[in-house]
């Protein structure tokens, strides 16, 4: 039997015995169940379920989530939160949930692409009329966790998401390494503040990305599509420029062609570019190796061409992929 993921309108207190796995105390049940949506997910028998609700603003919230104990691991969970995130994502901008401060829960969510928001303190203490336990911690104060629904891009290993203040450490760690900004023409940051800026005043573009591990949601690298009024490659609204880095502890593992190639699909398909224009300097042979496994053709090179952060004149590259390109190297793949 295939897996199967349904909506469940009517005798949803018929399921109780799964939202009890998620939420231990009825009466807080009751709050959400009636109004939220649910959805069950089948796959030889059912073995779990996400209660949703619109909380405003365009914030869809999941209220529970819970699979079979026998089928713990076998990746329900991330399904029903993909499909939530399928289902929604033209209605909804941002993808909520509330958890305690449990070393189970917490690492699950950041791997499926959320990043911690806010905190209520004493939520627990607060609302429930007994000590709530999970793998052996008490939880006291609710860790709201949210994802963006509008701009997140997934590949098989990584989730492209906006950049937030929280990234601000895994950024200086990575941008602090003089192996890695000199070479694409910026300077290495000096310290977690300089990090900050960049990410409040230069990863603040409508397609700017953070490129992250699944398995912990944390930034390694950054990526985007540089629209027109914001690059030199182009005047045209149907054209970009595609800019990348990555964090030197991830080279050789094929990371930014997967991430490049997954950028170029949202640009084609659903921006609906025709160009996409892609530079590198002289000496960045790492760049060079992503745009030729990307299928980028290359189109001229330019000397003397002046590096403005770093105060300086280099050799200059420049490829380009069109929309016609995309399509058949996406067919041959």
């Not at 990307?294 to 002046?306: A, H, I, L």
Request: one cysteine or more; glycine letters at 8%; charged letters at 30%.
């Amino acid at each position: 039997m295939s897996i199967k993921i349904h909506e469940v309108k009517d005798n949803k207190r018929d399921y109780m015995g799964l939202l009890f796995l998620a939420d231990e105390q009825e009466d807080m049940i009751d709050k959400y169940l009636d109004k939220g949506t649910m959805y069950v997910l089948e796959d030889d028998g059912i073995k779990g379920e996400c209660v949703v609700t619109d909380e405003g603003d365009g914030v869809l919230e999941i209220k529970n989530i819970a699979t079979v104990p026998e089928a713990h691991g076998k990746g329900y969970g991330r399904q029903l939160i993909d499909f939530i995130s399928r289902e929604y994502r033209g209605s909804f901008s941002t993808l909520q949930v509330g958890t305690g401060d449990s070393p189970l829960t917490i690492p699950f969510y950041e791997k499926c692409g959320f990043v911690r928001h806010h905190v209520i303190k004493d939520f627990f203490l607060e609302n429930y009329d007994h000590p709530i336990f999970e793998e052996g911690v008490q939880l006291i104060d609710m860790i709201y966790l949210r994802k963006d629904l509008q701009v997140s891009l997934e590949t098989e290993r990584l989730i492209l998401r906006r950049w937030n203040e929280d990234d601000a450490e895994d950024l200086f760690r990575y941008a602090s390494d003089p192996d890695v900004g000199p070479i694409a023409g910026w300077h290495v940051h000096k310290n977690i503040e300089e990090s900050l800026d960049v990410i409040k005043n230069v990863f603040n573009g409508k397609e700017a990305y953070a490129v992250c591990l699944k398995e912990d949601g944390k930034a390694i690298g950054a990526i985007e599509l540089k629209l027109n009024g914001h690059t030199d490659m182009t005047e045209r609204d149907d054209e970009c420029e595609l800019g990348y880095w990555l964090g030197k502890p991830f080279w050789g593992q094929g990371i930014m062609p997967e991430a490049a190639m997954e950028i170029l699909r949202h640009a084609f398909e659903d921006l609906g570019m025709n160009k996409v224009w892609v530079g590198y300097y002289e000496g960045n042979t790492k760049s060079k190796r992503v745009q030729e496994k990307c299928g980028f053709k290359y189109q001229w090179r330019t000397e003397n061409v002046d590096v403005p952060l770093m105060n300086e004149k280099r050799t200059g590259y420049v490829s380009l992929m069109t929309k016609e390109d995309w399509i058949k190297t996406d067919y041959e793949d």
